[in-house]
Every structure is written in C-alpha cells, then in structure tokens.
C-alpha cells in the first residue's frame, strides 16, 4: 500500500494540549491531548483536523481527558492508499481507543466526523457513554426531505471525482476558504491563520480528502437508498445540534422518526454549520450534560424535534 508519511507543517499552538502518535490497522495516527478524567473523544469534520476543536477543548480539560483524533489521512495522521470510506474510517477510532487502552468514551463529532461516529454508534455500542453530533444528519432523515436539499451539496462535484478533487483541493486554496466562510452564519467568524492553516492542510490532505466523499458516493449512497443503515438500531444516548441557518444540513434534513432508544434533535437559534467554532460554550455544556447523563436543556429559544 502506497503512504504518505504525517505533515511535516508545524502545529497550531494550543496551551495544554500534548501530542502523540499511534499506529494501528497499516497507518500512524496523531492525537493531541488534554485534561485529566472522564475520557472525551472528538472528530472532526472536512475540510478540519484537530484544532476543529480548540475553542472546546479549554472548557473541558479542567473536568476531562479530551482525546482529538485526526482521521486517517488528515492533519497530522498518515495519508494511505485506501481506507477512507465510512466503516474503515470507524474501524480505525476503535483501533486507536483500543491502544490507548479505552473501553468506553463519550464521543462528540462534528461533520464528517459525526457521520463516522452515528456509523460507531450502531455497530459498537458498547464503547461509547453518549454521543453528540454536530451539524450532521441522522440516518434516518426520509428520503422526501432529502431531495429537495440535495442542491445544497453542489461542491461535492469538484471534490467527489478522483482526479478533480485531488487537483482541486491540493492547488485551489481559496475553495478551501469559501468552503468555511460559507459554514457559519454571519461573517467574521474565522481568523486569516485559522483560513490559511486548513487550506493548506487541505492542500497536504488532498487524496484523504477526495477519497472521502467519493468513498461517500460509491459506498453509503447506495447503502442509504438500500435503507441498510436505517434498519440498524441506535442504543447510545444521542443528542444532535444543528444550526438554524445551517447551509449544508438545515433543520429539514434533521427531521425523521430514528430508529433509536434515546436520540434528541435540537435547533441551535441563529447558528449555522460550525458549531464547535460558533457556539463553543454549548457544544462544551452539551458535552458535560451528556457525560453526567442529564437531560440536555434547549438552546435559548431553540427547537427540539
């Protein structure tokens, strides 16, 4: 199998978080840690890795061991040939927890990373506490409000085909930027380091990140027009904020009837698709609400479906 060996950039400085590598299932995984306690593991999203998360990571490391995990082929970890489609992505979060030595974890995920983690969730329960997703759809949004909302994933044409989206993400930076920028709902929410850092990152992560939407095409649409992952029950406790004005996943695609014991869907007011960047606060208390295992309060004039 062909590799590519982690980024040599350097890393975003973030006070208290340490670094380490892990290798597991043919790849070198980086993690950046920090806290003491409870273990909390975030994913993230595209077009991220793990500073996704660094506005979070300060207001849970005094309470717990937060755990970021760069997936395979982004950030830090190592780029592989193969790998990227969403069971693999999952085999390879179990395999890291099970180096690190940890049977059950509170998961967070934003993006991407929640599609991976709802794919955790069903087909290992018994690994995770609770579960937050962010800005992701659940498996069982009916098909009816799909259709309709389907314009809105019109990038992934550039993205998707494996020589454009390689070409595309390794030498248009500035889509990168436009991708972010288009996420929150008002503007002025990124810094020009944090657009310039996952550009390049995208750049240096380019097949990583074609292969996982093409992985995405070829392999879960499919799946999800079979109703494969539907039939399949959610036992974690599972709680879901998305953004009001969220482009990619509006409240819309959030709806549906989840074959699942305890999920609850909630609409964050005035947010859009970057809630660890927009409302760092909530995604923290959700976070702590979730691991106490109390009920989770609505956002300040929110929705709840």
């Not at 959700?286 to 989770?296: D, K, T, Y």
Request: aromatic letters at 10%; one cysteine or more.
């Amino acid at each position: 199998m062909n590799t590519t060996l982690p980024s040599e950039r350097a890393m975003p400085p973030l006070d208290g978080v340490e670094h380490r590598y892990l290798t597991v299932r043919g790849a070198r995984f980086h993690i950046a840690e920090a806290g003491r306690g409870e273990p909390v593991v975030l994913l993230h999203g595209f077009p991220q890795h793990w500073y996704a998360w660094h506005k979070v990571i300060p207001l849970l490391a005094g309470s717990y061991r937060v755990i970021c995990l760069d997936l395979r082929g982004f950030g830090w970890s190592q780029e592989t040939r193969r790998g990227y489609d969403t069971d693999a992505l999952g085999a390879d979060v179990l395999a890291v927890l099970d180096a690190l030595g940890l049977d059950r974890v509170t998961l967070a995920a934003h993006n991407w990373g929640a599609g991976v983690g709802f794919r955790l969730c069903q087909q290992a329960p018994e690994r995770f506490r609770a579960f937050l997703a962010l800005n992701m759809a659940h498996p069982w949004t009916p098909h009816r409000a799909v259709l309709p909302n389907l314009w809105r994933m019109w990038f992934t044409a550039l993205i998707e085909y494996p020589v454009l989206g390689r070409l595309v993400l390794r030498h248009w930076p500035a889509f990168t930027r436009y991708l972010l920028r288009r996420g929150p709902a008002g503007p002025g929410l990124w810094t020009q380091a944090e657009l310039t850092e996952y550009a390049e990152a995208t750049r240096a992560s380019a097949h990583a990140g074609q292969s996982l939407f093409w992985q995405y095409v070829v392999r879960d649409i499919p799946a999800g027009l079979r109703g494969t992952h539907r039939r399949r029950r959610l036992a974690v406790p599972t709680l879901v904020l998305g953004g009001e004005l969220d482009p990619v996943f509006p409240p819309a695609l959030l709806a549906g009837d989840p074959y699942a014991d305890n999920l609850t869907v909630r609409i964050v007011p005035g947010a859009g698709h970057q809630l660890p960047q927009e409302q760092p606060e909530l995604v923290a208390r959700s976070i702590r609400e979730l691991c106490q295992g109390a009920p989770v309060a609505d956002p300040a004039g929110g929705s709840a479906y």
